[in-house]
């Protein structure tokens, strides 16, 4: 069976299990093949290849979309247009006004 590798080091793939193919991520992380996640079961190969490439496919683009956001906002911070400083927050109308250190709490 063909391995679809996903960025934290799992992969989606089929094992069979007495005649039902199983759609699992499988976790090697720790040479162990934990079974991460299952998706289904199957009573045919072939539509269980086909869901274990698609759920690969996803998780594939949901990491470069992930490795994407973070060149962009690194490439546009070494330039200069990195992100807009946050505002400063609006103070409500009723919050008590406490005097400084330096400030006399009298007024005088």
């Not at 162990?32 to 998706?39: F, G, H, N, V």
């Not at 996803?58 to 807009?84: F, T, Y």
Request: glycine share 12%.
């Amino acid at each position: 069976m063909a391995r679809d590798y996903t960025s934290d080091g799992t992969y989606w793939t089929v094992r069979k299990v007495g005649k039902v193919y199983w759609v699992v991520r499988i976790d090697n992380n720790n040479s162990d093949y934990r079974w991460a996640e299952i998706w289904g079961g199957y009573y045919r190969a072939g539509a269980a290849g086909g869901a274990a490439a698609e759920l690969a496919y996803n998780q594939g683009k949901r990491d470069v979309a992930q490795q994407l956001r973070k060149s962009l906002h690194g490439a546009l911070d070494s330039v200069g247009l990195g992100a807009l400083p946050k505002p400063a927050p609006v103070q409500p109308d009723a919050a008590k006004i406490v005097p400084g250190d330096d400030e006399d709490p009298d007024g005088e």
